[in-house]
């Protein structure tokens, strides 16, 4: 027997999904009931006093979103249409997320929050409707593959961060997306793809430490090392990056090999780290220098662990078979690229977004600087400090000289600069676009007359039109026009109504009163689950964990639920660090009705991406 939060028993039966209009239209009719039930009782009471009006102005929707890691918990506040505006709306809590303009070059804090649901929606819907670890890797333009690489340039930058973006990787990615039916017809890729039809794709720039510009990109299918590499040598050539790679590279080897002993350290390193883990799995990874391999496959066979000085002599024999291969075709191949295995992965999701969500590093504080809460403005400001000796004393006393904004609206960023603190970055600025990806990643955002309707789970479908037509009097009059259920993705995690409530307004002599119902048609399963994981992580971890994200997290009701592997009962790997445990995996130990509501989800984001029939 399952009981819920309130320690009651749940109910058996389980509900048909209804669309969002539905549960809508059930509401309505249940508060006319109660009205028309309650009509009689109110004549009589009001009989004789002055008119009251009762209005309701606003829903309170609980919602529960399921991220990869874990559940988001919050309050969200839906003004009725007709309902009065809050004209401090612009100065709300929720608007103090930082200055975008502060981030200009940098992935803001509100954009890497749209980039990373974005691409953990895409990515989860291949790991739940793709069993990567058992696909091949081929050229297959009916197969989804991701493969994440990483470009860079061959040559020290000479130009803006623009023109690569316009002249070397915007020819990379039509490339990618090109027909993979057509081929080259002559040349030395006769026979080859000219594209790989990838379908899906996203691209972020960002600096290397050396301040050149480099890119990520995740596509959607499986294309080989060495295409990507010649095709993006021959884009980056188009501003000469190859050519003078070439030139150096000829310089430096002018007497003949050279060993880079900076980069045998950082080879070693590598090897080592390899070694130990084909060392305790007993698997040799492909695509291994071959002397490295041959060391490897003695090491398992002979039950020894290589040593140091087997390690650096593989590397030398790596950099000097690298230098063989690049001085036999002039230096003119370099390795600008680098392809990720993903697809063994504990989770693709996670690898990825690591790298094309990641922040901006903010330069430390001034020694005599600090970030507080300020509970009279209720934000978070810089307080800048002086040591300064106090005559009457005679001792050096810290004396606050300035106080600024760390959070802070557009308007006051705009009205007052100075009492904004401008955030610094360690790394240089990206000029122009920081990130792009094709237009379906994106998801679909309805135009005016297109009519949406969304169920229970948050599968999306167009299931009308608004058009409009001249009546006999040459009037414009709208009408609704029913089409057939077309799906459309919609990127958002998957995310339940835990309950709601209702706002209302009344209004009578003059005097106003707000009143809020208690909470209408609570989802049991989904408390039941919350209430469960929240026993299992903590309630006191739960709340600190909820309190660190601010306060208008906590006006919202936030609250955050993380994945605690160990505490969850799932054992830790065999090199002692947690267990990569899938949101999927918990809510089929868990709640397994939630999990047929969540693969259900991801299965309408990946059949809407790839034009599959749900």
């Known amino acids: 027997m399952e009981l819920d939060l309130f320690g009651k028993r749940l109910s058996e039966p389980q509900k048909p999904l209804l669309s969002r209009k539905q549960v809508q239209e059930a509401r309505k009719a249940k508060i006319q009931a109660d009205k028309d039930a309650k009509a009689a009782k109110k004549h009589a009471i009001l009989n004789g006093m002055s008119e009251r009006t009762t209005t309701q102005i606003a829903t309170i929707e609980t919602t529960a979103s399921f991220p990869n890691n874990g559940i988001v918990m919050v309050d969200i506040y839906r003004r009725e249409q ?4 809050n004209p401090n709306a612009k100065n709300n809590l929720n608007n103090l997320n930082g200055n975008d303009s502060a981030y200009n070059g940098y992935l803001s804090p509100a ?17 739940l409707n793709n069993e990567l670890k058992k696909n091949s890797k081929e050229v297959n333009n009916e197969k989804v593959f991701p493969t994440f690489v990483t470009l860079t340039l061959p040559a020290v930058q000479l130009h803006t961060d623009n023109t690569i973006k316009d002249k070397v990787l915007a020819p990379f990615i039509k490339w990618l997306t090109a027909d993979s039916s057509e081929l080259y017809k002559k040349g030395p890729k006769k026979g080859q793809k000219k594209g790989f039809g990838v379908t899906v794709y996203f691209w972020r720039a960002e600096p290397q430490n050396n301040n050149k510009i480099h890119f990520h990109i995740v596509a959607d299918k499986y294309v080989p090392w060495d295409r990507i590499r010649d095709q993006w040598n021959q884009c980056c050539e188009h501003l000469g990056y190859v050519s003078r790679y070439a030139n150096v590279q000829k310089h430096k080897y002018k007497d003949g090999f050279v060993l880079d002993t900076e980069k045998q350290a950082k080879d070693v390193e590598e090897m080592r780290s390899i070694s130990k883990s084909a060392f305790e799995t007993g698997e040799i990874p492909n695509n291994l220098n071959e002397t490295f391999a041959k060391y490897l496959k003695l090491s398992i066979n002979y039950n020894e662990v290589l040593d140091n000085e087997i390690l650096e002599h593989a590397a030398f024999e790596k950099q ?55 509970e009279a403005l209720n934000r978070e400001v810089v307080y800048t400090y002086e040591d300064r000796l106090n005559p009457e004393t005679g001792k050096m006393e810290r004396i606050e000289v300035n106080m600024q904004y760390y959070t802070y609206t557009t308007e006051e960023m705009k009205n007052n600069p100075e009492s904004c603190f401008k955030k610094q970055f360690i790394d240089r600025k990206i000029k122009g676009r920081i990130w792009g990806c ?37 009037q414009e009059i709208q009408k609704t026009v029913e089409t057939s259920k077309i799906a459309v ?20 002599d003059g005097k106003t009163n707000i009143f809020v119902s208690p909470e209408i048609n609570p989802d049991h399963p989904t408390m039941a689950h919350i209430d469960k994981m929240v ?17 208008s997290f906590e006006k919202m009701r936030g609250k955050i639920i993380p994945f605690r592997p160990e505490k969850m009962g799932y054992k830790k790997k065999p090199n002692g660090k947690p267990a990569v445990i899938k949101h999927a995996k918990v809510l089929q130990d868990n709640s397994p009705e939630l999990y047929r509501q969540y693969m259900m989800f991801y299965s309408h ?10």
């Not at 237009?439 to 005016?448: S, T, Y």
């Not at 993705?489 to 409530?501: A, G, N, Q």
Request: hydrophobic content about 35%; proline content about 5%.
């Open 82 to 85: 007709n309902a009065p505006i």
């Open 111 to 127: 954009t890497r929050r749209y980039v990373e649901r974005m691409m953990s929606v895409w990515l989860t819907s291949i790991e």
């Open 320 to 374: 000097k078979a690298t230098y063989q291969k690049a001085f036999d075709c002039g230096f003119k191949n370099p390795p600008s690229t680098e392809i990720r295995a993903i697809q063994h992965l504990d989770s693709v999701t996670a690898y990825v977004i690591k790298y094309v969500a990641k922040k901006p590093e903010e330069k430390p504080l001034g020694k005599n600087q600090e970030v507080k809460f300020n």
């Open 438 to 474: 094709a237009d379906k990643l994106r998801g679909f955002k309805p135009a005016a007359d297109i009519i949406t309707e969304t169920d229970e789970i948050g599968r999306t479908y167009i299931v009308g039109r608004k058009i409009t037509e001249i009546n006999e009097d040459g």
């Open 489 to 508: 993705p919609v990127m958002k995690y998957f995310t339940k109504i835990v309950s709601y409530r209702e706002i209302f307004m009344t209004e009578q």
């Open 535 to 551: 026993n299992y992580i903590g309630k006191e971890e739960v709340e600190r964990i909820s309190r660190e994200v601010g306060p």
């Open 605 to 614: 984001i990946f059949n809407c991406l790839y034009n599959q029939a749900a």
